[in-house]
T-cell receptor, first 112, second 115 residues
Framework: QKEVEQNSGPLSVPEGAIASLNCTYS??????FFWYRQYSGKSPELIMS??SNGDKEDGRFTAQLNKASQYVSLLIRDSQPSDSATYLC????????????WGLGTSLAVNP | EAQVTQNPRYLITVTGKKLTVTCSQN?????MSWYRQDPGLGLRQIYY???????DKGDVPEGYKVSRKEKRNFPLILESPSPNQTSLYFC??????????????FGPGTRLTVL
């Protein structure tokens, strides 16, 4: 069973701090990775995608991928209360089964 | 405004009463998909469609039907709903069927309760 695992949280950080969200995946053939943000009662929204080892930055968000360790992370700098949400990690394998596997999400609370 | 719309947003029904949840997108996307989201189980794909008249089962298709007669619409049909289909349902679309996983746009969700 292919899995994407995330710590459910809640992860609590003070406003202005760096929030670090982590995700591990079991399918070594996964090639594409995504972070979606989901506010309570709302739909998921894509915030970052990453395909190569290393860092990818977009504004206050940085995604990090380490395929050898099967590890993806999302860093949120200068965290704001509006960042409080559940962050879903997803991994895609374009090989055999072409499945997008979703994690259960990490709940982030940014405290003013 | 580019968007995916779903109707109804909330629905309470009884076991066995057929229902349809509509999904429409105005972005000319080829790929559309239905998910359900349940606590502890996360997002699970029900059905997907690579393009008009092409549909296929996802991970949890039992008890559901879909059709894709037009590019913009992808209704989800529950012929005989049961309480285990109580869930939050999302429709999603992507620009192309060839790289559908790259960016999915989700509808606002439909919260269904089956009594």
């Amino acid at each position: 069973q292919k899995e994407v695992e995330q710590n459910s949280g809640p992860l609590s950080v003070p406003e202005g701090a760096i929030a670090s969200l982590n995700c591990t995946y079991s399918d070594r053939g996964s090639q594409s990775f995504f972070w979606y943000r989901q506010y309570s009662g709302k739909s998921p929204e894509l915030i970052m995608s990453i395909y190569s080892n290393g860092d990818k930055e977009d504004g206050r968000f940085t995604a990090q991928l380490n395929k050898a360790s099967q590890y993806v992370s999302l860093l949120i700098r200068d965290s704001q209360p509006s960042d409080s949400a559940t962050y879903l990690c997803a991994a895609f394998n374009a090989g055999n089964n072409r499945k997008l596997i979703w994690g259960l999400g990490t709940s982030l609370a940014v405290n003013p | 405004e580019a968007q995916v719309t779903q109707n109804p947003r909330y629905l309470i029904t009884v076991t066995g009463k057929k229902l349809t949840v509509t999904c429409s997108q105005n972005m000319n996307h080829e790929y559309m998909s239905w998910y359900r989201q349940d606590p502890g189980l996360g997002l699970r794909q029900i059905y997907y469609s690579m393009n008009v008249e092409v549909t296929d089962k996802g991970d949890v298709p039992e008890g559901y039907k879909v059709s894709r007669k037009e590019k913009r619409n992808f209704p989800l049909i529950l012929e005989s709903p049961s309480p285990n289909q109580t869930s939050l349902y999302f429709c999603a679309s992507s620009l192309t069927g060839t790289r559908w996983w790259d960016t999915q746009y989700f509808g606002p969700g439909t919260r269904l309760t089956v009594l």
